[in-house]
């Protein structure tokens, strides 16, 4: 499988970057090919609702950011994991402009009802990093994130939450476990759906 990964920190190196490594160094153990795109390092600007990918072939009409070439890489990938730190109980500006942009992965959403999109039957997960707890706080994210899973036809394959994040240097094995326990279940084929 080729897994696309997506790191919405704005820090290549902070807490959600860490645990996102253990997750990618599982499904590299487990034989797969991965790809992380850190949105921080591309351009990509707030979809300004033109529509036009409404109407045709699954591609953005801004062609003056990185949007089309990062929504090539996802559109090629077997599955998606996103991660992300919670900010103010959304994701960050920054991803959160890239997740508008993905509307451009669905394909003739105006013309035919049964719309398909780029991501239709992939598995797609969540890492969630927060300082907070889950409850009123980061839950709010992970509806966001089904819902766009069911909108892209997706195949949810469940969230991993590590709240009152504070410090890489206090994770525990038992941190890491669940990253790997996250991955084997992101790739299991068997696996039926996770919400
Ligand atoms: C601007 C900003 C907003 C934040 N908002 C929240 C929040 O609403 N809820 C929460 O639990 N943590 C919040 N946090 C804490 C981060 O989610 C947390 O520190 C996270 O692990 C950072 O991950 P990173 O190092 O990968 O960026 C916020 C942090 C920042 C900088």
Redesign the pocket.
């Known amino acids: 499988m080729h897994i696309v990964t997506l790191?919405?920190?704005?820090?290549r190196?902070?807490?959600?970057?860490?645990v996102l490594g253990w997750a990618e160094e599982a499904f590299r153990d487990a034989g797969h090919t991965v790809e992380r795109i850190t949105i921080i390092d591309h351009q990509i600007g707030p979809c300004v609702e033109c529509l036009s990918c409404r109407k045709s072939s699954g591609r953005c009409a801004m062609h003056r950011d990185d949007a089309n070439s990062v929504l090539e890489r996802i559109g090629q990938a077997d599955a998606l994991v996103l991660?992300?730190?919670?900010?103010?109980?959304?994701f960050?500006s920054h991803t959160k402009a890239l997740l508008d942009r993905m509307y451009a992965l669905v394909e003739n959403y105006d013309i035919n009802p049964e719309y398909t999109t780029r991501l239709a039957n992939k598995p797609m997960g969540l890492i969630?990093?927060?300082?907070?707890?889950e409850e009123g706080?980061?839950e709010l994210v992970i509806r966001a994130f089904y819902a766009m899973v069911n909108f892209m036809k997706a195949v949810p394959r469940g969230h991993l939450l590590?709240?009152?994040?504070?410090r890489?240097e206090e994770l525990t094995v038992v941190d890491r476990k669940r990253a790997i326990e996250f991955a084997a279940r992101m790739t299991a084929a068997e696996t039926s759906e996770v919400s």
């Open positions: 790191l919405g920190s704005p820090r190196d902070g807490n959600t970057a860490h991660a992300s730190p919670v900010f103010c109980w959304g960050p969630l990093t927060c300082g907070g707890p706080n980061a590590y709240p009152f994040f504070r890489v």
